[in-house]
């Protein structure tokens, strides 16, 4: 099956980083795969099965065509905004606009922290710190992402990776994740990077404000 899996990935015109994030894994995991050093788990062949349509039979056991269906490519080949020469990203706290919600809500009376000039890079609407070690070790707590806001769920591509504001309980939490397709239609299965943290499945309702993640720039302490 492995050999298949970049077979798939070309005829689909992805990336590796592309195929990576849509299954939920890492670049490396994914090059793993294709190499034969690494199997493929279940939740990726169900993903690879049922949202691209891949034939499970060929997928298997190399019978009959590639697809079920004709899958639609240009929905992978114009995932990339157009890059900038160079741009001058806000850098926000979180603690200072009292969560996404009202940063996203009105951005221009926000006072950044200050500004990220990095060339080369597409359209960002802001950055902000990362907290927690639920995309360890793609991302660790301190590094910095840099984000483009997003209207609706509906404007998401399944697998990508997001900064959200979630409705725990009347509170806010603001995490990074991977998002794929749940099984229910009003949910979405929320994907860390670090094995240790496990697949949540929420509802969209309870989703406050989202951003799709442009880029990290790792921050590390030097002593």
């Known amino acids: 099956m492995n050999d298949r899996i970049k077979l798939i990935r070309k005829a689909l015109g992805m990336t590796q980083e592309q195929l990576a994030q849509h299954l939920g894994i890492g670049k490396a995991a994914l090059s793993m795969i ?35 269906a004709e899958p639609d ?18 850098l926000y706290s979180i603690e200072g606009t009292a969560g996404l919600v009202p940063l996203f809500t009105d951005s221009a ?18 950055a ?15 590094d910095i992402v840099l984000y483009k806001q997003l209207g609706s769920i ?8 997001y900064l959200l504001s979630l409705d725990l309980d009347g509170e806010e939490y603001i995490t990074v994740k991977y998002i794929q397709k749940a099984e229910r239609d009003d949910y979405v299965k929320l994907v860390s990077q ?22 990290s720039i790792r921050m590390n302490s030097i002593r």
């Open 34 to 68: 294709e190499t034969g050093r690494a199997g493929v788990s279940a939740r990726n062949r169900n993903i690879l099965v049922q949202e691209l349509n891949v034939n499970p039979e060929w997928l298997d056991g190399g019978k009959g065509q590639m697809f079920n």
């Open 73 to 90: 490519l240009t929905a992978y080949r114009h995932r990339t905004d157009n890059s900038l020469p160079l741009q001058s990203v806000p």
């Open 109 to 126: 009376r926000m006072k950044p922290l200050n500004y990220i000039h990095i060339p080369n890079l597409p359209k960002c609407d802001g």
């Open 128 to 142: 902000i710190y990362v907290a927690g070690d639920s995309m360890y070790p793609l991302l660790k707590s301190g």
């Open 154 to 161: 509906d404007d998401i591509f399944w697998g990508d990776m």
């Open 194 to 215: 670090n094995p240790h943290h496990a697949d949540k499945e929420i509802a969209k309702s309870r989703i406050r404000a989202l951003a799709l993640v442009k880029a």
